[in-house]
């Protein structure tokens, strides 16, 4: 019936994206979205295949959501890509993971800079390999001066670290006089998060079936609405964020008019 149309059954599901795409409803399309992509090991056992295959996918996979995030109009675009618990890992693996943003930015940076993407990163540079840190930092500088989405990589990020980092920058402040104790509120601490820059996400999506935080935006995602799947982040496609989306935008309807908390 649709081939008699000149359609192919692929084309239909194209199709059909491009007007979910279009019409995903545009005033209230969460400005930021974190990610917790997870399954990129279980999307490679059930294959047979190596867990390196799986985290390569895993990478390929971000081009694909990110075209996706910025098409629809969302503003900012948080990924956990590696914890700090994931030192833990075998270190080959871990070898082959800091390689992963650099074979990442080499080929995508150039499309980065055509969508107008900003790269920014939260997460200790410090404890990265150099050679990891060179090509991140190329990025944040190459796209500095973007104005469009913000693709934020965690790398090397945790929440309790993070809190404990902004609990001693703010307790030097008041040590040497430049913070007063009672000027300190919940904005001061929102001022020293890694996160400064960038609202709170407005929606955080587990991927690969696990319903925890994993020591992700523990601060930062107090009020956030939250979606999981047991979609494996390599399969995690254009019509699984939709349906995120859309989810978020029905639950939000319901305050009807008391957005927030
Ligand atoms: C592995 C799924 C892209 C998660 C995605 C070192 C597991 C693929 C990056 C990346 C990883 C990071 C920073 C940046 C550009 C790209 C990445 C890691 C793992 C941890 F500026 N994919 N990716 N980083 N995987």
């Known amino acids: 019936m649709l081939e008699k149309l000149g359609w192919k059954k692929s084309d239909n599901k194209n199709v059909s994206l491009e007007n979910r795409m279009a019409d995903v409803r545009k005033e209230s399309v969460p400005n930021h979205i974190a990610i917790i992509m997870d399954g990129n090991g279980r999307w490679a056992k059930k294959r047979a295949l190596p867990r390196a295959a799986g985290h390569r996918e895993g990478m390929k996979n971000i081009r694909t959501i990110t075209r996706c995030a910025n098409k629809i109009g969302v503003g900012a675009l948080t990924l956990y890509a590696f914890s700090t618990e994931n030192w833990k890992r075998p270190a080959l693996e871990v070898d082959l993971l800091m390689r992963l943003p650099e074979e990442f930015l080499n080929s995508f940076l150039p499309e980065l800079m055509e969508?107008?993407?900003?790269?920014?990163m939260i997460g200790e540079m410090d404890g990265l390999p150099d050679h990891t840190q060179r090509a991140v930092q190329n990025a944040i500088n190459q796209t500095a001066v973007n104005t469009?989405?913000?693709?934020?990589?965690?790398l090397n990020y945790g929440g309790r670290r993070e809190l404990l980092l902004s609990v001693k920058e703010i307790?030097?402040?008041?040590?040497?006089?430049?913070?007063?104790?009672?000027?300190?509120?919940?904005?001061?601490?929102?001022?020293?998060?890694?996160t400064a820059t960038l609202p709170d996400p407005d929606l955080l999506i587990r991927t690969s079936g696990e319903l925890r935080l994993s020591n992700f935006l523990l601060w930062q995602l107090a009020y956030s609405e939250f979606w999981f799947t047991d979609v494996h982040w390599p399969e995690f496609k254009e019509d699984d964020l939709l349906q995120a989306i859309e989810s978020y935008q029905s639950r939000?309807?319901?305050?009807?008019?008391l957005k927030g908390e």
Do not use: C, P, W
């Open 252 to 257: 939000n309807r319901r305050y009807g008019g």
């Open 171 to 194: 307790a030097h402040q008041v040590q040497n006089g430049t913070l007063n104790l009672d000027d300190i509120t919940e904005e001061t601490i929102s001022s020293r998060m890694m």
């Open 115 to 120: 969508l107008n993407i900003k790269v920014q």
């Open 148 to 154: 469009g989405m913000v693709l934020n990589f965690a």
